[in-house]
Nanobody, 126 residues
Framework: QVQLEESGGGSVQAGGSLRLSCAASGRTFGSVAVGWFRQGPGKDREFVAGINWNGGSTSAADSVQGRFTISRDNAKNMVYLQMNNLKNEDTAVYYC???????????????????WGQGTQVTVSS
């Protein structure tokens, strides 16, 4: 069982930066992949970035490549999403998700992830 809690959201002007944090609890956190997803107004939830269990492999959506960076600190049970050069279209609720089984490959489908946080709002304005 893994519990997730996101923080770090807020309002920022276009071009600015935010760092989201995902705090996890559960004995298996250090062995599972973690992903960030987002859901904008009237849109489906979409994959943003993912990181495998030991941080050796990451993936990011084309829309955030070169601007967002995912990282993790298993000693602290934390995963981070550094977001730079934010754009209006990045406005969304951002969710942290964890895989249900250890040592799995990264997946973009929401159905591949078992545990979810409550989300944190990110609003980017011009």
């Amino acid at each position: 069982q893994v519990q997730l809690e996101e923080s770090g959201g807020g309002s920022v002007q276009a071009g600015g930066s935010l760092r989201l944090s995902c705090a996890a609890s559960g004995r298996t956190f250090g062995s599972v992949a973690v992903g960030w997803f987002r859901q904008g107004p009237g849109k489906d939830r979409e994959f943003v970035a993912g990181i495998n269990w030991n941080g050796g492999s990451t993936s990011a959506a084309d829309s955030v490549q070169g601007r967002f960076t995912i990282s993790r600190d298993n000693a602290k049970n934390m995963v981070y999403l550094q977001m730079n050069n934010l754009k209006n279209e990045d406005t969304a609720v951002y969710y942290c998700a964890a895989a249900g089984r250890p040592y799995t490959a990264l997946a973009v489908a929401t159905t591949a992830w078992k545990y979810w946080g409550q989300g944190t709002q990110v609003t980017v304005s011009s």
